[in-house]
């Protein structure tokens, strides 16, 4: 039990040695957080502001993406990915996720492009079977709101996992 404490105590120490990354101006890609019932949250350098010009109403598992500069780019719930302008996004809709995934949708930008993204969607414990999917997001398509390519939509990756994605830089 001692152990066990001793163990915790080092990892607590260890992980106050730095502060966390979650929003900075180190990565500003992560400033726009949309979420709940059309609810947000923008990550200033010294604030946080509140969003409420959401078009998504999702109370489990979403993903939020923006630029270099902290604009937004899109955001998902898994089944439906939304432009920066709310309203969803060329072939975005009808993805394969589900609204009660608790951690179902996740995006990934492609490494080494500037403007291609993988989103990732997983179904959800009602459904049985969970099936994990991807998409392909091209920025550079539909004069800069996105397009999600159609021959890259929804292309499965796995069948048998939970409802939980991650992603780890």
């Known amino acids: ?3 066990k404490i001793y163990i915790l105590l080092a990892i607590a120490l260890i992980g106050s040695a ?10 500003l890609t992560r400033s726009n957080w949309y ?3 059309r609810s947000g949250l923008e990550f200033g350098e010294n ?8 078009a998504m109403t999702q109370l489990e598992g979403v993903a939020t993406i923006s630029d270099s500069k902290g604009d937004l780019l899109f955001y998902t719930n898994g089944q439906v990915i939304y432009d920066a302008d709310h309203r969803p996004m060329l072939n975005g809709t009808g993805l394969r996720g589900n609204v009660s995934a608790s951690q179902g949708a996740v ?3 492609l490494p080494g492009s500037e ?3 993988y ?10 079977i969970i099936d994990v999917y991807y998409s392909v997001v091209d920025m550079a398509r539909n004069d ?3 397009d999600v390519i159609p021959d890259q939509k929804n292309i499965l990756i796995y069948s048998g996992s939970s409802e939980k994605c991650a992603a780890v830089y």
């Open 1 to 3: 039990m001692r152990c």
């Open 18 to 27: 730095d502060r966390v990354l979650a929003q900075t101006q180190k990565d």
């Open 35 to 37: 979420f709940g019932d």
């Open 47 to 54: 604030s946080v502001s509140i969003l409420t010009n959401s």
């Open 107 to 109: 995006i990934v930008k």
């Open 115 to 117: 403007n291609m993204y």
């Open 119 to 128: 989103v990732f969607s997983t179904g959800a414990v009602e459904l049985g």
């Open 144 to 146: 800069g709101k996105g």
